[in-house]
């Protein structure tokens, strides 16, 4: 018998992944940094290209100031500057050296932001780049007592390494050039379509495999009916189902057991921690994969097992897949951080999240409403309000992997943007695909059932409610210039225009479904007749492995 409980590990470990659609933000907000006039600029992401004594060599990332003027976004108008180390370095004094519109590079410390700005202009710098002294970019921002701040040359935060690099070469006595500019992304990218195709492929997929399981079921079961069998017949004493069905108290606990996962995971983002996840997420992927040769030819090739010590009964597909299931998901973890380790990605992802939309099943549209309402206000809270709590997005943060050192958590689906020339990925949440599609198959497993045909059900309507839905998240996206969208916020209002029919939809099997509800205990039956009890428990117990862990 499998437990209702191992189940649930398998549901919450999915649904309380990130839901967070993703594109590479070149633009920072802080309300933390207050404007004022003279010190109001967008935080920008600024290219530093080099050439050292007239060869191109390496090309930096820096940070724009909260004040200054804005910087060129085409790389055709920005100028090829000479750069000359500051005398003293740290620039709260007076310069030594003359300046002739060269771009001084000067040390973090000592004075404020704005007072080696100050100096660096009237000594007749074009522009100032500032020395972090950590590896890492720092917002610079005007002190609270400053007013009306009036600085003619843009100032650029660099990393400490990339700013040792300049150094190093200057102190060489070699000519160092550089140029400033901070190219805007492009409105669409190739990469949102072929991920808002990803998503919505993903759930058509997951929808008609689980209707066509759920019909091939009532079909077999109604045959059994048919022979009198008493084993059969009496569908009262069913066993316990091979899926998930949520209720409405288990929709309202996600809110809490989902935010309870995403604080975890933002407290305890680590390398170590990001190394676990992708264990986990490789042994999932290589269950579900195998599981699905299990699921697909329990019937067809009932007669066709062998017998293996531990795992009981095994297919000989199962036997013969799972050697590639495994190789694909450990090449994937070793040469993640390749170019190319996003599809290798993505294909596990698609794999999980078809699955546990096979697996996991709202029993009607009350669950549905609720379980996607609860996540709606769990989308806003940690990508908007949470702000107001840790004065950044809790949910971009675990979603780009910071403090990680990777690019990312692999709980998503991500494709590189290819015409970007900032590059990154674009990214969607596991749980921007799982959520809303337990209301897409549900109406698909309705349709067929009730005898609906495309036109007068409600599948069509809901997929393209989430279609729809998706789309504004992108055009929100790009909008809002890249920064994370909760896509839940945009997709969630769209399932009110579906079609709406008397109570048999909203409440199951209540009203008039007496039939609904005996060819629901049949698939109940037959799905636990499908699945060999040792084979499934040995699969859930890796996902439970993955709950005691976290």
């Not at 492009?186 to 019909?215: K, Q």
């Not at 013969?320 to 380790?341: G, N």
């Not at 989308?379 to 971009?396: A, L, P, R, T």
């Not at 994370?484 to 008397?502: D, M, N, S, T, V």
Request: hydrophobic share 45%; with cysteine; aromatic share 12%.
């Amino acid at each position: 018998m499998i437990s209702l409980g191992a189940l649930y590990s398998v549901v919450y470990v999915f649904l309380i992944t990130v839901t967070l659609v993703l594109g590479g933000d070149i633009v920072h907000h802080d309300d933390v940094a207050p404007r004022r006039p003279g010190c109001e600029n967008n935080f920008v992401l600024v290219k530093v290209p080099t050439w050292i004594d007239g060869v191109e060599n390496n090309e930096y990332v820096g940070v724009g100031a909260r004040f200054g003027p804005t910087l060129e976004s085409k790389e055709k108008r920005a100028n090829l500057t000479r750069v000359v180390m500051a005398d003293p370095p740290d620039c709260c004094t007076k310069p030594k050296n003359k300046l002739t519109s060269e771009i001084i590079l000067v040390h973090r410390g000592k004075c404020s932001f704005t007072t080696k700005a100050n100096i660096a202009d009237e000594a007749g710098a074009s522009a100032i780049l500032i020395i972090n002294y950590r590896t890492e970019l720092f917002k610079m921002v005007c002190e609270e007592n400053e007013t009306d701040v009036d600085i003619g040359i843009p100032a650029v935060m660099l990393p400490q390494d990339a700013g040792l690099n300049l150094e190093r070469h200057i102190k060489n006595n070699s000519n160092v050039s550089i140029q400033l500019y901070s190219p805007l992304r492009p409105l669409v990218d190739v990469a949102e379509v072929f991920l808002w195709l990803m998503a919505v492929g993903t759930i058509l997929c997951a929808s008609y495999w689980s209707a066509w399981s759920t019909r091939e079921a009532a079909i077999e079961q109604e045959k059994l009916l048919k022979d009198a069998s008493d084993d059969y017949a009496n569908t009262e004493n069913v066993g316990s189902s091979g899926y998930v069905e949520i209720s409405t108290v288990a929709a309202i606990l996600f809110v809490v057991i989902a935010s309870c996962f995403l604080v975890m995971l933002y407290k305890l983002m680590s390398f170590w921690f990001v190394e676990v996840l992708v264990v986990l997420f490789c042994i999932g992927g290589v269950e579900v994969s195998c599981s699905h040769s299990r699921l697909r030819t329990a019937n067809v090739f009932g007669g066709s097992v062998i017998m293996i010590p531990f795992f009981g009964a095994v297919s000989y597909l199962t036997v013969a897949v799972t050697p590639f299931c495994i190789v694909f998901a450990v090449v994937w973890a070793v040469y993640r951080r390749s170019s190319c380790a996003w599809i290798g990605q993505d294909i596990l992802g698609i794999t999980l999240i078809i699955t546990v939309l096979q697996i996991v099943r709202i029993p009607n549209l009350k669950v549905g409403t609720v379980l996607l309402s609860c996540a709606f206000l769990y989308d806003i809270f940690w990508v908007f309000v949470s702000k107001w709590w840790f004065h950044e997005s809790v949910m971009i943060v675990v979603a780009r992997g910071d403090k990680s050192g990777e690019d990312g958590i692999p709980m998503l689906l991500k494709i590189p943007r290819l015409f970007d020339p900032w590059g990154g990925y674009s990214i969607i949440g596991f749980g921007d695909i799982i959520l809303p599609g337990l209301i897409v198959a549900f109406s698909l497993r309705y349709d067929w059932l009730a005898k609906k045909n495309l036109r007068a059900g409600y599948f069509l309507w809901a997929m393209t409610a989430y279609g729809l839905g998706l789309l504004i998240t992108y055009v929100a996206l790009n909008l809002m210039d890249g920064h994370g969208q909760p896509a839940l916020l945009y997709i969630a209002p769209f399932y009110h225009w579906e079609k709406r029919e008397g109570s048999s939809r909203f409440y199951g099997q209540e009203g008039n479904q007496k039939g609904l509800a005996l060819i629901s205990k049949m698939i109940t039956n037959q799905l636990t007749t499908t699945i060999d009890q040792q084979q499934a428990c040995i699969l859930l117990g890796h996902y439970i492995t993955f709950v005691t862990l976290l």
